[in-house]
């Protein structure tokens, strides 16, 4: 089942997609940066493979419209961590006040700035809120005064041709205090266009997905 949905924040409404397998085991949110939304095809191919793998997902843009457009000349609110986080987070807190969400384990998956976002929101929010993040194509990097506060399970996905990125990645995960794994897609460029790629990322993304938010289930059954 999928809906469009309307989150009400102090400073915004944003707009999302939301898609709920029968029996679902948990729900992943979408923190989509560098200009990026819930319209972003990559994104979207993604939460198709996990809503195959029976998870729910939540595609949201954590920009307004007329923010876009500002950012669309700017280019300076898809690096606006802080915000991104903050509604990041937001978004979560929702999810755990819908009946039919609520109880279901969370977890995050961030592209470029949003996996900043996802870490940032991941850090501020209590234990159990958030059970996993996944970062594709990653700038861990910019939420690097958390990275120590991250509690939850971290999987780092990076082209194997992306050279500075992976080297961030690294870095990054020499931070991260949580269980972390960083996987290299052989072949793959930042934005994972070659054949074959992007499958790859949606597997190692399910499978962590599948670990983690299983495990939360089971703790509070």
């Not at 039919?100 to 976002?117: E, N, Q, V, Y």
């Not at 870490?119 to 958030?130: E, R």
């Not at 052989?186 to 992007?198: D, K, N, R, S, Y």
Request: glycine share 8%; proline share 6%; charged share 25%.
């Amino acid at each position: 089942m999928s809906k469009a949905v309307s989150i009400r924040l102090p400073d915004a409404v944003l707009q999302g997609d939301l898609t709920s397998p029968r029996g679902a085991r948990g729900i992943v949110a979408f923190a989509h940066g560098s200009g990026s939304g819930r319209h972003s095809p990559r994104n979207r191919f993604v939460a198709e493979k996990l809503n195959e793998a029976g998870l729910a997902t939540l595609l949201m843009d954590l920009l307004t419209e007329e923010e876009e457009r500002v950012d669309d000349v700017t280019a300076e609110l898809r690096f606006d961590i802080g915000l991104l986080a903050r509604r990041t987070a937001r978004v979560v807190q929702w999810i755990k006040t819908q009946p039919a969400l609520r109880d279901l384990p969370c977890g995050l998956f961030g592209a470029s700035t949003g996996a900043a976002a996802a870490l940032v929101a991941a850090a501020s929010l209590p234990g159990d809120m958030v059970c996993a993040v996944v970062s594709r194509g990653g700038r861990p990097d910019m939420a690097a005064p958390v990275l120590p506060k991250v509690h939850c399970p971290v999987l780092l996905i990076v082209g194997g041709d992306d050279d500075v990125v992976i080297t961030l990645n690294e870095e990054a995960k020499a931070r991260l205090r949580c269980p972390c794994e960083l996987k290299i897609v052989p072949g793959a460029t930042h934005l994972f266009e070659e054949p074959g790629t992007l499958e790859q990322v949606a597997e190692l993304a399910a499978g962590w997905f599948l670990r983690y938010l299983q495990v939360a289930e089971e703790s509070f059954a």
